[in-house]
Every structure is written in C-alpha cells, then in structure tokens.
C-alpha cells in the first residue's frame, strides 16, 4: 500500500509540475500585402492592402488602419482601400490587438505616380490631343474602338468614325481620353 502511495504521489506531483509549466506563447505578428504585390501604382487607380497577423490563437479583436496624409478611404478589418487621388510617397500603418491584449503593427510605403492628363479637340481639319503633365508622353489613335496608325498629337484627315487616344507618362501611367466623332 506504501508502495502505492508513492507512486500516486509521483503521478500528483508530475501533473502538478506540468499544469504549472509556463508555455510560452507566440507573440503577436503583422505583415501587409499590396495590390498584386505593387508598391507604385497609377494615380486614380484601384489600389488596396490587405494585412495578416499570426499569434496562433486566432482571435483579434480589433483592427486599425493609419496614414497621416489621409488616404484610407475605406477599411474593414484587414482590408485597407486607399484613395489614389494625390500623387506621392506614402506610408500606411495596421495594428492589430488579439484578446490576450498583444499588439502587433506592420507599416508599407507605396509611391502613387501621376497620371497625364489628356483630352481630344476637334477641329475642321482633325483631332489634336491636349497634353497637361504628360512630359514625354506617347499617343495611340483608336477609331470605333480599333487601333489605327498615326502618331504624334495630331490626327488629321478623318473619315467618320468615333476617334479617342490612350496617351501614356513616362512613368508607365497612362489614360484614354475622351471620344471624337467625325460624321
């Protein structure tokens, strides 16, 4: 019975040991992700970030978005969709808060480069793109949707169609401008 006494206390006393071993938890971790893995994107484009966080529980309870030049438009949980209206450098903060009160915070910086602005004028002898902040800029003519030869701003000698141009930056940004028909 001695005998069995000891080895119940030996069994009480290692379940004690071990229910009294602190474990230790992951901490608390963020990261963000951009749009197709972009950190430069056109101005007036669709442009979002997503977050992830890991601490092996699971349970966050609460999710924050910051920028200081305030280009979040919208943020729901781990998505941040950012206004790309203003041209520059910016920096976005996310932090997260678990139930175990961590925080985590993971910050991107992502360029928002200018877009050319452009728009046709129709006159009697043709079209003519109007370039505003498109230095070095390249013109495509289109008719009724089709891309046609010409280059340069002015298109000149038209049949009648629907005529509009994708005129492209530079810097890879472009836009397509408004439609011209010649009947």
């Known amino acids: ?6 080895q119940l206390r030996t ?12 474990v230790k938890a992951q901490s608390l971790s963020a990261f963000i992700d951009a749009t197709g893995g972009n950190l430069s994107v056109c101005q ?3 442009y979002s970030l997503t977050a ?7 349970v966050y309870v609460s999710h924050e978005w910051v920028s200081a030049d305030d280009i979040i438009w919208k943020s729901v949980d781990n998505v941040a969709l950012i206004s790309t209206k203003k041209t520059g450098v910016f920096t976005v903060i996310y932090r997260v808060y678990d139930d175990a009160g961590a925080m985590a915070e993971a910050s991107i910086t992502f360029e928002v480069k200018p877009t050319p602005m452009a728009r046709l004028i129709k006159s009697s002898q043709g079209v003519e793109v109007k ?3 498109a230095n070095n800029a390249t013109v495509v003519w289109y008719k009724n949707g089709q891309e046609i030869s010409g280059s340069g701003v002015y298109l000149k000698d038209l049949v009648a169609g629907s005529y509009y141009a994708v005129v492209s930056g530079s810097n890879g940004c472009s836009i397509r401008t408004n439609k011209v028909d010649f009947e």
Not at 1 to 6: A, E, W
Not at 11 to 22: N, R
Not at 52 to 58: C, E, L, M, N
């Open 11 to 22: 069994v009480v006393f290692i379940l004690f040991v071990v229910a009294f071993v602190p």
């Open 52 to 58: 992830s966080a890991f601490d092996g529980s699971g």
């Open 1 to 6: 019975m001695i005998k069995r006494l000891t």
């Open 131 to 133: 370039l505003e902040k």
């Open 44 to 46: 007036n484009g669709n």
